[in-house]
């Protein structure tokens, strides 16, 4: 034992372990394997590969493998999908034992620079070092270990974005190709309409010679209740939808028929809305569309969509596509599809997908009958009771309360436990980090919206006619832009509760769960309620809260009482 570790042992009254250049024993790790695509099999970045070469690397270097973690999703727009991503990165930040997490190359940890890097430093902070077998070894702690790092985790966003748009590029063009056979064109992939087959055909062009497979769409001529299933579908769009029949009308229809839905066994109102959009209603007309949706779900403007005439068959005319879209308009405007798109105006509390039917995973939809107001299973008035099985009403006055109550009570036993806030305010800080890429679409949304408030005061000073219609849109505008500009403002710093603040922030949970507007209430519970889930046999409300496991177990132990859960 040196001088030093001598002096620290009197200090201190411990023994000192002389450690080794290596550490105190062998490192522990999580291996982590990931592709985004069939083809990386071919180029020898498999899964099975890539940990072969990783637990070569381990044994070579004397690193323990704990557990292995493997994923087929985007390591950069797909973020929900990367589950099992999440589920070791909190693992490894949990497990104390944990050092190491081994990756065949940084480019399988993420591909987005900015989340990486913050995902890096986040790990380091909790002893965690990510090291890759194929990139260079940085210390970054030093000036050339920052530039270093940076350049890589820059190299592989570049390069995910540089295969985004060649295969952008290769899809728009695909779609324009056609078939020399049948002169219908090419499909970028994807589930057929309802009422249309995918065919493969044969053409040349392919790699080394060989032919190629491509997809094109033909006619469905699978007989359904005596007829082809595109001659049902023109019996719906053409004469009930261009009609004016409600979806709930033509949901009816299908399921009183007998008509096989596409995905479940039923069909329901939701389906019949997305088949009545103007990009489908364009696809039935015969017209090829594509890039109609960006990644977060949202459509595009119109003007940005990939539109090719003559695609494949057509099953409706175009004068029967703009009927069925002015019996669209006129229904909405006659409130006979009311109940979409309202959740922000709707009387319901927990809507909006926080409450689930535990048998068949629909959302709980608020109900009201001459008895009073319910949530029931979204299969009863969706589906008209079909694919889920007999009905629980949820009293709404009654589920609503129990929710609040356990809650606020939830609230002010965290807030007077020390360890329970420091748990909380970490749980707090990593949805705070996730949630921060929102902040560059909220930001890229603001110069949207300024930009559309600066077109109408362009047009109202060259004449523009419509003043009312502009001073309306004006305001929407700018309540939206105020919204944006406190959504950014928030997500500046990382939220923190504190236990003396316990009081005021319970009082405050509770006036505004109960009694503020519907979006404030929502908001509010929503900061402790992860899910709730009815489970129908039992009759049993289940309630998930968003907090880690070993605050859950000290709240049931300490606390004396299940929050977690409510019978009817």
Known sequence: ?????????????????????????????????????????????????????????????????????????????????????????????????????????????????????????????????????????????????????????????????????????????????????????????????????????????????????????????????????????????????????????????????????????????????????????????????????????????????????????AIISEEEAQRIAEARRKAKAGRFDKGRGGSRKTAYLLSGGLFVCGRCGANMTGLKTNSGRYYVCGSQPYRRGKGCGPGVYVPQGWIEDKVIRSSCALAEWLMNQPEAVQEFNRKLKELWKAERGGVRGAQHRLGEVESKIGNIHQAIEEGLSDAGWASKRLEELNSEREQLLADIEARREAPKVDGKAAGPLVERLYRDAEQGEMRTRKASIRKLVKKMELAPEARMVKTTYRLPEPVMEKLVAGAGFEPATFRL
């Open 1 to 313: 034992m040196s001088g030093k570790e001598q002096l620290l042992a009197d200090l201190t009254g411990q023994r000192m372990e002389v450690a080794s250049s290596e550490g105190s024993g062998p490192r522990i790790a999580f291996a982590w394997a990931r592709v985004s695509t069939e083809e990386q099999a071919e180029r020898g970045l498999s899964m099975p590969e890539q940990l072969r070469q990783i637990r070569e690397y381990a044994a070579d270097h004397g690193i323990r493998i704990l557990e292995e973690f493997c994923e087929a999703a985007s390591a950069y727009q797909n973020q929900d999908k990367r589950v099992k991503f999440h589920e070791m990165v909190q693992k490894a930040l949990s497990d104390p034992a944990v050092d190491t997490i081994l990756v065949h190359d940084f480019s399988r940890f993420s591909r987005d620079s900015a989340r990486a890097k913050a995902l890096l430093n986040e790990l380091r902070e909790n002893g965690v070092e990510v090291r890759s077998l194929n990139d260079p070894v940085v210390d970054p702690e030093s000036v050339a270990g920052v530039y270093l790092e940076a350049i890589t985790l820059a190299k592989n966003e570049a390069y995910s974005r540089e295969i985004a748009m060649h295969t952008r590029k290769g899809c728009r063009a695909n779609m324009r190709m056609r078939d020399p056979d049948s002169g219908w064109c090419f499909k970028n992939g994807g589930q057929p309409l309802w009422g249309y087959m995918t065919k493969r055909v044969e053409v040349s062009g392919g790699t080394r010679g060989r032919s190629a497979s491509k997809s094109i769409w033909v006619l469905d001529e699978t007989m359904v209740q005596g007829r082809p299933v595109h001659e049902v579908v023109k019996y719906c769009l053409a004469e009930l939808a261009a009609n004016g029949a409600t979806l709930a009308e033509l949901r009816d229809y299908c399921n009183e028929n007998g008509i096989p839905a596409r995905r479940s066994r039923y069909w329901s109102s939701s389906t019949w809305n997305s088949l009545l959009q103007p990009n489908t209603l364009l696809k039935y007309c015969g017209y090829g569309v594509w890039n109609v949706h960006r990644k977060n779900g949202s459509k595009r403007p119109p003007a940005e969509w990939e539109v090719v005439e003559n695609a494949h068959p």
